[in-house]
């Protein structure tokens, strides 16, 4: 849609005037997503799963298919702003950077950033729905000798609450990134969003997420051999109830032990 806007703006002006129609968006990643350096750095869980389509995880079956999500320019256009630099590369994937499939592309990104980010959206036009998740990554950061993302709890999974910030009518969805699309509990709403611009079933102010201190992705060590459903949620943005567990944030629990006679 931004690139119709961007290169076509005609287009959209005709839609305006003859189809009085809107564009809802939901949970789109308009300042970018970690889940793409999670896809570049080869920490993501499609990797894992498309790796063990043979039956057995290949080491260098895994650098492949890192380095051929490195070279669609589509994946790095979605990049977060500081990863559109070359240093946070050269920090994270050291000598290897020099010879990284996506090297030649980052500038090209850049600039489609640069050229997207002039798009003028029409507040009248355009409405954003936010998804929620319980992890959605935020950063990557060294620990414990190795890189590893930090989580936020206010997300969807894939876009950060607070990487959106341009103006729309905004609402709250309680599902998962990948699902806002599908979920039949939420189609009637979308159907309103399109026709008159108001969401009756979705609330305005941001759901309460409270203290949650510092939370990180889950490293996952093991899969299980994909299925289609497995695969798709993968690849779209939410957990299946076999993963769910894993995104649960750590609940700490202290446990005192007192005699009531002192």
């Known amino acids: 849609v931004l690139a119709m806007l961007s290169e076509v703006p005609d287009v959209w002006q005709r839609l305006r005037e003859e189809a009085e129609c809107r564009c809802v968006l939901l949970g789109t990643p308009l300042n970018g997503t970690y889940t793409a350096v999670q896809l570049l750095s080869g920490q993501h869980r499609l990797l894992s799963l498309l790796n063990l389509l043979d039956g057995k995880l290949d080491i260098r079956e895994g650098a492949n298919l890192v380095a051929q999500f490195a070279g669609y320019p589509g994946v790095l256009e979605l990049l977060p702003p500081e990863y559109l630099q070359e240093d946070p590369w050269q920090a994270l994937l050291g000598e290897r950077f020099a010879n990284w499939s996506g090297r030649e592309l980052l500038a090209n990104a850049q600039q489609v950033r640069e050229q997207l980010s002039k798009v003028d959206l029409d507040a009248q036009r355009f409405l954003y729905v936010h998804g929620r998740a319980s992890l ?111 995104v649960r944030p750590a609940v700490e629990i202290r446990v005192w032990h007192g005699n009531l006679g002192y």
């Open 136 to 246: 959605t990554p935020n950063g990557l950061k060294q620990r414990d000798d190795s890189w590893q993302f930090s989580a936020s709890a206010e997300g969807d999974s894939v876009t950060l609450w607070n990487s959106v910030a341009v103006g729309l009518p905004a609402w709250y969805m309680p599902v998962e990134h990948g699902r806002m699309a599908s979920h039949p509990d939420y189609f009637q709403t979308i159907q309103y969003l399109l026709d008159d611009g108001v969401a009756r079933q979705l609330e305005q102010s941001p759901p309460f997420v409270g203290n949650t201190g510092e939370l990180w992705l889950p490293v996952i060590r093991t899969e299980l051999f994909p299925d289609a459903d497995e695969l798709v949620a993968a690849a779209l943005g939410y957990h299946t109830r076999l993963t769910q567990e894993e």
